[in-house]
């Protein structure tokens, strides 16, 4: 609620705050909190919690851009197939850890949290992945809109 009141007083304030291109940046900015918000949701319904996410993410992420960036030529959807089995993997290491292990999750994830950190700070190496060294069509899917909805929001909202 508080947050509807702040937008709505800052609209009046600034009424470039809500122009087309001022909300499509809005929701392309939310697009992946969105879609992470998704699996954590299926994590805090089944009576748990994960606090690796973050660590999750960065593994994914890498290996996508890592990727990108040295097979250009592969296919997108390879690449994300292959974040996402990367994500599932990691996710199904600490389902493991809680199902069987009987450990709770809070404990679990904690741990696993650090150590897929750790092992992201080995794979890295100090490197990044710098947009310049990623395909056009990969970074299109940030800028590329449908109907005027950026594609990040319009993935987002089919997870």
Known sequence: MGDLRYSA????LEPRFIEIDSLRD???????FA???VGQTLVIV???IDLSVSSVLALSAFLAGDLLS???GMPIIVV??????????????????VTFGAVPSLVVTLGTLYAYRGIAFLWTDGRQVNAETL???FLSLGSDRVLGVPVL???AIAV
């Open 35 to 37: 879609i992470l918000a």
């Open 70 to 72: 040295g097979h250009p």
């Open 9 to 12: 007083s800052k609209a009046v």
């Open 135 to 137: 395909p056009d069509d």
């Open 153 to 155: 929001t319009l993935i």
């Open 26 to 32: 809005l929701a392309l900015n939310a697009s992946i």
């Open 46 to 48: 089944t009576r748990n």
């Open 80 to 97: 994300f197939v292959l974040g996402m089995g990367l994500g599932a993997l990691l996710g199904l290491v600490n389902g493991v850890l």
